[in-house]
C-alpha cells in the first residue's frame, strides 16, 4: 500500500506540471483509495488512481472522465503516458549519469526534468532549456506535496 501511494506521489508529480501557472496541491484519499489534485482555491480538478486490471495509473478530471493514463514499459524501462483514446503522448525515464528523471514528448523531444534538492527537500522542475517551472514539497502538517510555480 505504501508502495502504490509513492508510486502515486510520483506519478502525480508529472501531472500537476502540465497544469496552469497556479500553485496545486495533491493528497492520497484512503476512502477512495486515489490521489486528489486540488488548485490553490481548494477546489478539486482531478484525481489518479491504479488499475490493477489493466496494471496502470489513469487519470480523471473532476468530472470523472479519463484525460491519460500511464503504463510502465519494462523493455525500455521507462513510464509511457497514452491519451484516452491510447495515442502515445511521451514517457519518462530515469537518467542514472544525472540523478534526474527526464520527460519526453512522443518524438523523443525532452519537455522536462525533475532533480531532487537535498538542501531545499524538494524536488525541482526545469524546462528543457534549462529553465526552472517550479518545484514540489512535501508539507508534512497537512500531509501532501505541494507545487509551486516560479516566479522567474
Request: proline share 0%.
Amino acid at each position: 500500500m505504501k508502495n502504490l501511494k509513492l508510486l502515486l506521489i510520483v506519478v502525480g508529480l508529472l501531472v500537476t506540471t502540465q497544469t496552469f501557472a497556479q500553485d496545486y496541491t495533491q493528497k492520497y484519499n484512503t476512502l477512495y483509495q486515489r490521489t486528489e489534485f486540488f488548485d490553490s482555491y481548494g477546489n478539486m480538478v482531478g484525481y489518479a488512481k491504479e488499475n490493477t486490471l489493466y496494471n496502470r495509473i489513469e487519470y480523471f478530471d473532476a468530472n470523472g472522465n479519463m484525460v491519460k493514463y500511464e503504463k510502465q514499459n519494462d523493455l525500455y524501462k521507462r513510464k509511457e503516458t497514452y491519451d484516452s483514446n491510447g495515442n502515445q503522448q511521451g514517457y519518462e525515464k530515469k537518467n542514472n549519469l544525472y540523478n534526474q528523471n527526464e520527460t519526453y514528448d512522443s518524438y523523443g523531444n525532452k519537455k522536462e526534468t525533475k532533480k531532487w534538492n537535498d538542501l531545499y527537500q524538494r524536488y525541482e522542475v526545469f524546462d528543457s532549456y534549462g529553465n526552472m517551472k517550479g518545484y514540489y514539497k512535501y508539507n508534512s502538517l497537512y500531509k501532501r506535496w505541494e507545487f509551486t510555480k516560479s516566479s522567474y
